[in-house]
């Protein structure tokens, strides 16, 4: 099979690598900065650049593009695809990827699937992505209504390949308001809580709470502004009621309530063993 990837930061880069690794499909690449991909064919994880002549002959294609950058490249490119082509993006955010992207693929005959690969790292660039990046996560999928069932099992066996656990199937807006809670709090949380001066003075007083907290903190700032932009009624939603339950613990210290403190303790971790369970 021919694979096309459209991008080769730390997720892109990542496809590649585990394409070349764990597969036998021929991969064509590309990316805005020509000296990437040239690092990509030499370290074995291309095998020819994505073209206008490649384009044509790929059989799945990864967008693994900013939102934005996601929807324009289809525009420019989409009367190249095959119509037997099966696009999918690595977007952060899906609904407005899809809302655009559903009604091209329809004029232009080929297959845009929504996905997001529930793997990454608090550094980016090829330099940092990796063939066994997917080990065991899921690979999210968005496809449109009516994709026909061999189309999405063509997918499945693919992400297996690369190392995809399973391929769970939401609606965009379902992703989108789950995402928001998972994933893009606990950026925008990291962020403001490694803002505290504190921060600064932490040496010997820190340890494995301080490193998870703020783990998520350094981040790709440009590529994380759009995707809570893109994504900010269902974020803004989680922050305010995050804050409401910030509140609650901050009331119950100032008064001195004791009770309500261990209450709000003891609600914290039975939610987290529900969590634990529920994810076996």
């Given at each position: 099979m021919n694979v096309g990837i459209v991008g080769l930061g730390l997720i892109g880069g990542s496809l590649a690598k585990a394409l070349?690794?764990?597969?036998?499909?021929?991969?064509?690449?590309?990316?805005?900065?020509?000296?990437?991909?040239?690092?990509?064919?030499?370290?074995?994880?291309?095998?020819?650049?994505?073209?206008?002549a490649a384009l044509p002959k790929c059989d799945v294609i990864f967008l693994a593009l900013y939102p934005h950058d996601t929807i324009d490249y289809l525009k420019t490119n989409a009367a190249l695809f095959s119509k037997?082509?099966?696009?999918?993006?690595?977007c952060g955010v899906k609904k407005p990827v899809c809302d655009g992207a559903f009604p091209i693929a329809k004029a232009h005959g080929f297959t845009f699937i929504g996905a997001h690969p529930m793997a990454g790292t608090a550094a980016f660039g090829f330099e940092s992505s990796k063939g066994t990046m997917f080990h065991n996560a899921p690979m999210i999928l968005c496809p449109a209504p009516g994709t026909p069932i061999e189309?999405?099992?063509?997918?499945?066996?693919?992400?297996?390949?690369?190392?995809?656990?399973?391929?769970?199937?939401?609606?965009?807006?379902?992703?989108?308001?789950?995402?928001?809670?998972?994933?893009q709090l606990a950026h925008?949380?990291?962020?403001?809580?490694?803002?505290?001066?504190?921060?600064?003075?932490?040496?010997?007083?820190?340890?494995?709470?301080?490193?998870?907290?703020?783990?998520?903190?350094?981040?790709n700032a440009p590529m994380w502004a759009e995707l809570f932009l893109d994504n900010r009624d269902f974020l803004a939603d989680e922050i305010d009621a995050l804050?409401?339950?910030?509140?609650?613990?901050?009331?119950?210290?100032?008064?001195?309530?004791?009770?309500?403190?261990?209450?709000?303790?003891?609600e914290g971790t039975e939610a987290k063993l529900r969590a634990d369970e529920r994810d076996k």
């Open positions: 070349k690794e764990r597969t036998s499909h021929t991969v064509y690449a590309s990316d805005c900065n020509k000296s990437v991909y040239l690092r990509a064919k030499l370290e074995n994880a291309a095998d020819a650049p994505l073209d206008e037997d082509a099966i696009v999918m993006d690595c189309t999405l099992d063509k997918v499945r066996k693919l992400c297996l390949e690369l190392g995809f656990s399973r391929t769970p199937r939401v609606s965009p807006e379902e992703h989108d308001r789950m995402i928001a809670y998972t994933s925008v949380v990291s962020s403001a809580y490694v803002r505290s001066a504190s921060s600064q003075e932490h040496r010997n007083f820190s340890a494995g709470s301080f490193r998870d907290m703020t783990r998520v903190a350094k981040l804050c409401a339950r910030m509140k609650e613990y901050s009331a119950a210290l100032r008064s001195g309530d004791e009770a309500a403190l261990l209450r709000l303790l003891e």
